[in-house]
């Protein structure tokens, strides 16, 4: 693991490998960490590229900043263009899952830009529709007062007062991808398989996209 330290005031932890070929930047998802893609940083690196994946801030370990505003999509994305000038990257290909889908559009979508190849995984363009709005104002009371260690919990029970909402909430759906990095599932993320868990996560990056 290597800390970088970015021109936007915070430190990223990353994975490296496979220095001088040509430059890979993988972005996690919401909750989630470098490690999600640890499976596939040595193959792409093998094959010729130079692969950097971060912890983003708040994640991981990553700084983590305390004030809420130092924390949003674009800021994220201003993190990923700082983390590509401290590596000395002129032009990169991109892969974003989840939240990071979402970041690495916002970068992409300023115009002329860096990137050079994108691949968007299990993402989406905007707010997810059809998430019970109760459920996104508990995950965000969560983030607030218990940080975002507390999310990915689901081995303990709900607070009794969020069992209605979190039941109404829509489950996500299941996407089947082939031949594609899917990146190597958390024991955090194994645990966010009970609905009401995984409810909570899509709701919160929901909030995510809100914040922009």
């Given amino acids: ?42 193959p792409f690196a093998d094959a010729g590229w130079w692969v950097v994946a971060p912890d983003l801030r708040g994640h991981g370990a990553s700084d983590q900043p305390d004030e809420e505003h130092r924390y949003s999509l674009s800021i994220l994305a201003d993190d990923l263009l700082a983390l590509a000038a401290e590596l000395g990257w002129d032009r990169f290909a991109l892969v974003g899952h989840s939240m990071g889908g979402m970041v690495a559009q916002d970068l992409v979508l300023r115009g002329e830009g860096p990137v050079e190849r994108l691949v968007l995984m299990d ?62 599932p958390t024991a955090a993320r194994r645990r966010c398989t009970q609905p009401w868990a995984s409810s909570w996560r899509s709701a919160t990056t929901v909030w995510w996209s809100w914040r922009r």
Avoid: Y
């Fill in 1 to 42: 693991m290597t800390h970088r330290a970015l021109s936007t005031g915070v430190r990223l932890a990353t994975l490296e490998a496979g220095e001088g070929g040509r430059p890979l930047l993988l972005v996690h998802g919401f909750t989630g960490a470098k490690e999600d893609f640890g499976d596939w940083v040595a």
């Fill in 123 to 184: 993402t989406h363009h905007g707010p997810v529709e059809g998430l019970d709005r109760a459920s996104v104002e508990l995950a965000v009371g969560i983030l607030r007062t218990e940080g975002l260690p507390a999310l990915p919990g689901a081995d303990r029970e709900p607070p009794a007062e969020a069992e209605g909402a979190l039941r109404r909430a829509p489950a996500p759906r299941a996407r089947a991808t082939r031949r594609s990095p899917t990146p190597r």
